[in-house]
């Protein structure tokens, strides 16, 4: 059966949707300070169902995390943000094999357990990234360092095998993958006013590619909220598994007036066509990914 591929591509597409009130005319745009401390809660379900010879598979997917982002630089059009994995806790389980993997960066790792040591090396690495005002994303760094530090985190294995392993996992989680996971639920409005009940559009292009579309529902002085309709494509290929699957995503948000940060955000999206599995004579696999993710500040300090 398809097992799931690219984990720290699924960790890192989370992150936050930001938006605040500028003026009376309503320009979108990021007002944060330096010193703005914000601690993020993550929860996010995902199943997978398949069919192969008319058996069924379901894998079920938990993920849980704590995130923290500190604004350290301030400028006419940038921001330099610090960004930081807390807490990390994922579970994995089939009804064909039972439990697949279950990891919790809170729990003491032992000396044989290969997955919480790599897991843990998510906890340990402090990223930056610089963000324009309208939600682009310029750069991200601190990749190569944390990218050392999992293939390190295997054990001995010679240095072929290493490097190998650095330009897999430099495939998903390089600073410009970074950016680009990040930027498609960051970069959401126009450098242009907009009325209530306006929206703004954008499409996007990585494995996950979107076209969105953002109404500004409301804003009052609780908070600003916005809807995202999407179509999306999800895209992964590797030597064993093709995925070309088409589907609809739906996100909810309300972000804070005075900072623009999302305060709470939920997200579901539903994806399905055939999986091609390449070892198997090129088998097409019915499958159906359904999502869904919460967000929500759980501190902020100024």
């Not at 005002?133 to 240095?159: C, F, W």
């Not at 623009?260 to 159906?288: A, R």
């Amino acid at each position: 059966m398809i097992q799931m591929k690219s984990v720290f591509t699924k960790i890192l597409f989370f992150f936050l949707v930001t938006i605040n009130l500028i003026d009376a005319q309503n320009k979108l745009a990021y007002t944060l300070k330096v010193g703005d401390h914000f601690k993020v809660k993550q929860v996010a379900n995902q199943d997978i169902f398949q069919n192969m010879y008319g058996q069924k598979h379901v894998m079920k997917n938990l993920l849980e995390g704590d995130f923290s982002f500190v604004v350290e630089d301030v400028d006419d059009s940038l921001y330099g943000l610090k960004f930081k994995f807390d807490r990390f806790k994922m579970s994995s389980s089939s009804n064909l094999r039972g439990e697949i993997m279950s990891v919790n960066t809170d729990d003491t790792v032992t000396d044989d357990d290969i997955e919480g040591e790599i897991f843990s090396e998510l906890v340990s690495v402090n990223l930056t990234m610089t963000l324009y005002k309208n939600g682009k994303i310029k750069s991200t760094e601190g990749s190569y360092e944390l990218i050392s530090k999992i293939v390190n985190a295997v054990g001995a294995i010679d240095e072929l095998t290493k490097e190998v392993m650095r330009e897999s996992i430099k495939g998903e989680f390089s600073n410009e993958n970074i950016a680009m996971s990040f930027e498609q639920i960051t970069y959401i409005y126009p450098n242009k006013t907009i009325a209530i009940g306006g929206t703004c559009k954008n499409n996007f292009e990585d494995k996950l590619s979107s076209k969105n579309t953002w109404p500004l529902n409301s804003i009052t002085k609780e908070g600003v909220n916005i809807t995202e309709e999407s179509s999306v494509i999800f895209k992964n290929t590797d030597v064993d598994v093709e995925m070309n699957l088409n589907g609809d995503m739906t996100s909810n948000l309300t972000t804070s007036p005075e900072t623009g940060f999302v305060k709470t955000m939920t997200t579901s999206s539903t994806v399905k066509d055939n999986s091609i599995v390449h070892n198997m004579d090129g088998l097409e696999v019915p499958t159906t990914i359904i999502s869904n993710v919460t967000y929500k500040i759980e501190k902020h300090v100024q």
